[in-house]
């Protein structure tokens, strides 16, 4: 089975910044290819970032040297740390375990004035 929890969400002002987090219990994220997802009222389910095994990342245009993903292996937790936030960034982020078909509850990203 296994678990994914996310954190971190909230309203910040554009140009803030927030950091989410994604804790994993049930199984070592350290082994598994883990993305980050956001889906805004009304809109498909989108692919935000990727951070593969060996630690190599992959992001979005759209997000591109604005967000970054990490892990902290000792935590079995997956970051997303964002910034420069824009009102196009308002959505429900979700972490997501490819190869273990298991998403996170998410968790709610506002970026308004």
């Known amino acids: 089975q296994g678990q994914l929890v996310e954190s971190g969400g909230g309203l910040v002002q554009p140009g803030g910044s927030l950091r989410l987090s994604c804790v994993a219990s049930g199984f070592t994220l350290t082994w598994y290819t883990m993305t980050w997802h956001r889906q805004a009222p009304g809109k498909e389910r989108e692919l935000v970032a990727t951070i593969f095994t060996p630690g190599t990342t992959n992001y979005a245009a759209s997000v591109k040297d604005r967000f970054t993903i990490s892990r902290d292996n000792a935590k079995n937790t997956v970051y997303l740390q964002m910034n420069s936030l824009k009102p196009d960034d308002t959505a429900v982020y979700y972490c997501?375990?490819?190869?273990?078909?298991?998403w996170g509850q998410g968790t709610q990203v506002t970026v308004s004035s």
């Open positions: 997501y375990a490819p190869a273990r078909k298991t």
